[in-house]
């Protein structure tokens, strides 16, 4: 037999979760954050967390003609956030440089890896990166190309399994060997350099002259700041190589060409990739 007094807790507690229930139905239904809300505010995208994650921005299509502003609204902390001054353990940032950071070209404070290649001096003298140079689409799923029926396929190129970006269309482009056998160099660049005046243009001011002819490079300033020091040139071309292999340029026909291709060549294409091919009236 029930007392009274359970009776009422029972009663009691039913109206405890009704009102819960309420308010958490309440909580749900908020309207969604805007996109203008989203670009005014402090980052907080409550429950729409996963709405933005799957934003189209982020895929094919979208993302081709996604500004860096509009990438930037929402992820504000990629040019914001710095390097810790001293690490957990105690190492100052200040004094460890790695090895990629050697180079007479190399200033400034250590920088974040976002910062490097779109803010700082080097960046905005010698390249115009956007974000969708290096992201042309992500999977939040899987992370892998072809993962779901709605996800971008298998045969994609825009991104490689467990990366954000594809590293050989983006990063190996300034970040390869330098191919010294095509050159006809003897040895490696920083052993042969003094041979050649420890100038790439000693060669190159006759040779593959039709060069970085591209959006996300500014050629001009390249040729000015590579004529009076040749890291500047060799950074790009094997003097920060992440990598053992070097990245097959597309070999422009250029004035004074020897009409054979050579057989390393023969598989060459003989334009930039077409997403970042200027239009021929704007090329120098
Ligand atoms: C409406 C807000 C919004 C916009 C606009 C947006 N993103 Fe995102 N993005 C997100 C959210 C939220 C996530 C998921 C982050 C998480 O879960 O850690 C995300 C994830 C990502 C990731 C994967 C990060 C990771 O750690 O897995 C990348 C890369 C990315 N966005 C790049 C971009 C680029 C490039 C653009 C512009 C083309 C862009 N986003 C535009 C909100 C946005
Ligand atoms: C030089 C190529 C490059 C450019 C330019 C670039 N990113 Fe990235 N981004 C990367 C790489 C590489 C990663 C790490 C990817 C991974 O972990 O698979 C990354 C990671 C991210 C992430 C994940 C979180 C993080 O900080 O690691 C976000 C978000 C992101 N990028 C957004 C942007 C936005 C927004 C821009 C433009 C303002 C941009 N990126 C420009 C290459 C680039
Ligand atoms: C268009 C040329 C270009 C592309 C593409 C490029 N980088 Fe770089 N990268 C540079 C230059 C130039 C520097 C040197 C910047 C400096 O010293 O200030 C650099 C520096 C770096 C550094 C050193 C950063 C530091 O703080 O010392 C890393 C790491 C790096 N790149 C990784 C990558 C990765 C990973 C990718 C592909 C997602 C990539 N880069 C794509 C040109 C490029
Ligand atoms: C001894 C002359 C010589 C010097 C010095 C030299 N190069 Fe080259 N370079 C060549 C020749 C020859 C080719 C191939 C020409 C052709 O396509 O037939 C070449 C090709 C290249 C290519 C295209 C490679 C490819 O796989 O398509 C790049 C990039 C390049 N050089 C950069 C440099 C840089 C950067 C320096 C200085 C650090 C430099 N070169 C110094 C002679 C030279
Ligand atoms: C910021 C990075 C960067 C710097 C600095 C740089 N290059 Fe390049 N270079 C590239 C990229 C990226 C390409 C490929 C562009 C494309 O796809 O057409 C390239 C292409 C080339 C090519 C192949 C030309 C062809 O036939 O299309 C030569 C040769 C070359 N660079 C020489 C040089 C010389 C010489 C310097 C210094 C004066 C130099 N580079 C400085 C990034 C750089």
Same mark, same amino acid.
């Given at each position: 037999m029930e007392s009274p007094k359970t009776g009422i807790l029972i009663l009691a507690l039913v109206a405890v979760a009704t009102a819960v229930g309420a308010y958490l139905g309440l909580q749900v239904r908020q309207p969604p954050q805007t996109a203008k809300a989203v670009a005014q505010g402090p980052v907080n995208f409550g429950k729409d967390h996963l709405r933005a994650t799957y934003?189209?921005?982020?895929?094919?299509p979208a993302i081709e003609q996604a500004t860096d502003a509009q990438c930037l609204a929402?992820?504000? @902390? $990629?040019?914001e956030d710095k390097v810790r001054e001293?690490?957990?353990? %105690?190492?100052?940032a200040a004094s460890s440089k790695a090895w =990629?950071?050697?180079?007479?070209?190399y200033t400034g404070e250590q920088e974040t890896f976002h910062r490097r290649h779109l803010v700082t001096p080097m960046a905005k003298e010698l390249m115009n990166l956007s974000c969708t140079t290096c992201h042309q689409g992500s999977d +939040? *799923? @899987? @992370? #892998?190309? %072809?993962?779901? #029926?709605? #996800?971008? +396929?298998?045969?994609?190129?825009a991104f490689t399994l467990r990366?954000? $970006?594809n590293p050989e269309t983006t990063c190996l482009k300034c970040h390869g060997r330098m191919n010294v056998q095509v050159m006809g160099l003897p040895s490696p660049w920083p052993e042969s350099k003094e041979m050649f005046g420890?100038?790439?243009?000693?060669?190159h001011a006759a040779i593959?002259?039709?060069?970085?002819? $591209?959006? =996300?490079?500014?050629a001009e300033a390249i040729e000015a700041a590579g004529a009076k020091n040749a890291d500047t040139c060799y950074g790009c071309h094997g %003097?920060?190589?992440? =990598?053992?292999i070097n990245y097959p340029y597309p070999r422009h026909a250029w004035a004074g060409m020897p009409p054979e291709v050579p057989e390393w060549a023969k598989? *060459?294409?003989?334009?930039?990739e077409a997403r970042f091919q200027l239009p021929v009236a704007t090329r120098k």
């Open positions: 934003d189209p921005i982020h895929f094919k929402c992820h504000r @902390e $990629v040019l001293t690490s957990p353990a %105690g190492i100052k =990629y950071q050697q180079l007479s070209t +939040p *799923r @899987e @992370e #892998a190309p %072809g993962s779901s #029926a709605t #996800a971008m +396929p298998q045969s994609t190129d990366k954000q $970006v420890d100038s790439c243009l000693t060669c593959r002259t039709n060069r970085h002819q $591209v959006s =996300y490079l500014k %003097g920060r190589s992440w =990598y053992r598989d *060459r294409p003989t334009e930039s």
